[in-house]
């Protein structure tokens, strides 16, 4: 058997937990191979509405194994929370979870630094979400993290302890003093006892073994590809590999062993936070769409930047991540434009151009093709012969451009609101 992987293929927020939800009924296993609670997958069904930071987007499907990989960090307090959450509606959760021993817990001291760092920057900072995640990724790959695995050892509190001193040095050092201390460290060490209620394991080894007895794996990506450490738009972006190669060393599987490459995509762009955004509408329009499509944070609550489909970012992707089928959503909030524009080709330093800007200072100025609204209410549609032309005209354009199938149309927020071709 090989792994799917599903990820997005802009800067985040394209709608991967409800696909995720949609597909999982087809595996065995879900996993998540990167990422925290900066991320938050939002899915709807019978009425409800759920939003997952770290557990897996499969967690609501009967008999699926869900597994936190080695490349994900996880917060504690924040986890608690989610289980909470999630176990109200599947109580089997502490059978069906799993967290890798390898994966980097997030102190609090983490999140304290991150304010620090963001605080220091003042105008050119990033606008991370403030969860702590690019300093534990630092302490990560600088070789001081903790990690679920060292929960159970005898010295895990000293090992705390020394960390925290750590990170207290660096905060005094930006002169950052607006923190509280105690009650987040309460909090994260009555997470720390709701992690013990689940299984610790050596996910990569589960994983392998899985496949090799021929279960199959859904892979489930975090953030978007242009948030990624390498390919994004850096340093705006997150601090883990959200692209295809991350699930391989986020779950600690070879290249080999992957599959399709579901990319998924809105029908028009959104971003949040700091950082260059080549289509982005500053006029009725774009608040439009922010308003029909409720582009507001599911982990920060921020309003969400709005814009028109990037075809130049979005063919990008597909080559960074070897996407083999693309999934389209929000289509729906378009309904009631007259017209619709993407991007063909950007315009740098008066030169027309389809490759990405390497700094994030150069900017891009968007050349852009218009198509005719559909101008028609899809929510309702329930197969492809039910979807007006227009909208067909415009999916089309987008295969032929990136070179890749659109397999799946997203018409409303809900798990059955899905249109597969």
């Known amino acids: 058997m090989k792994i799917d992987v599903l990820l997005g293929l802009q800067w985040g927020d394209e709608g991967k937990g409800k696909i995720v939800d949609v ?56 986890f608690k929370a989610e289980i909470e959450q999630v176990k109200a509606e599947n109580p089997d959760i502490y059978k069906c979870l799993k967290i890798s021993r390898r994966a980097n817990l997030i102190l609090p001291t ?41 929960i159970l050892m005898p010295d895990f509190r000293q090992k705390f302890d020394a960390l925290t001193q750590r990170h207290l040095r660096e905060i005094a050092s930006l002169n950052y003093t607006d ?14 006892e709701a992690l013990k209620q689940f299984e610790f394991v050596d996910a990569e080894m589960l994983i392998n073994e899985k496949i090799d007895s021929g279960k199959s794996v859904l892979a489930e990506g975090a953030q978007g590809t242009m948030l990624d450490i390498d390919f994004g738009s850096y340093p705006f972006v997150t601090s883990s590999n959200t692209i295809c190669a991350g699930a391989c060393t986020g779950m600690g ?31 009725e329009t774009g608040e439009k769409i922010r308003t029909l499509g409720g582009e507001f944070g599911a982990t920060t609550g921020r309003p969400r930047r709005t814009g028109w489909l990037d075809l130049v970012e979005l063919k990008y992707s597909c080559m960074i991540n070897g996407v083999t089928q693309l999934i389209c959503t929000k289509g729906d909030v378009l309904n009631d434009f007259d017209t619709i524009k993407a991007c063909i080709e950007y315009e740098i330093d008066g030169k027309r151009t389809m490759s990405m ?65």
Request: hydrophobic residues 35%; glycine residues 10%; contains cysteine.
């Open 23 to 78: 597909l999982a009924p087809k595996y065995d296993i879900v996993t998540r191979f990167q990422g925290g609670p900066n991320a938050g997958h939002t899915l709807k069904f019978n009425g409800k509405k759920y939003v997952l930071h770290t557990i897996p987007s499969g967690i609501f499907t009967d008999g699926a194994i869900n597994i936190v990989g080695n490349g994900v960090v996880l917060d504690p307090g924040i």
């Open 110 to 150: 983490h999140r304290i630094l991150d304010a620090a760092n963001e605080a220091a920057k003042g105008k050119s900072k990033i606008g991370s979400t403030l969860k702590g995640i690019g300093p534990t990724y630092t302490d990560k790959i600088s070789r001081n993290g903790l990690r679920i695995g060292d």
């Open 179 to 192: 923190f509280d201390l105690e009650t987040p460290t309460k909090e994260w060490f009555e997470g720390i």
């Open 253 to 283: 599987v070879a290249p080999q062993k992957i599959g399709e490459v579901f990319g998924i995509f809105k029908a028009y762009c959104t971003r949040v936070g700091a950082g260059p955004f080549p289509t982005e509408l500053f006029d």
């Open 357 to 421: 800007p390497f700094d994030s200072a150069e900017e891009a100025k968007p050349i852009y093709k218009e198509f005719k609204g559909w101008k028609t209410d899809i929510s309702k549609a329930t197969k492809e012969s039910e979807l007006p032309k227009e909208l067909m005209d415009y999916i089309k354009f987008i295969e032929d451009f990136v070179k890749v199938p659109v397999k799946m149309v997203s018409v409303g927020p809900d798990r059955n609101a899905t249109i597969v071709r």
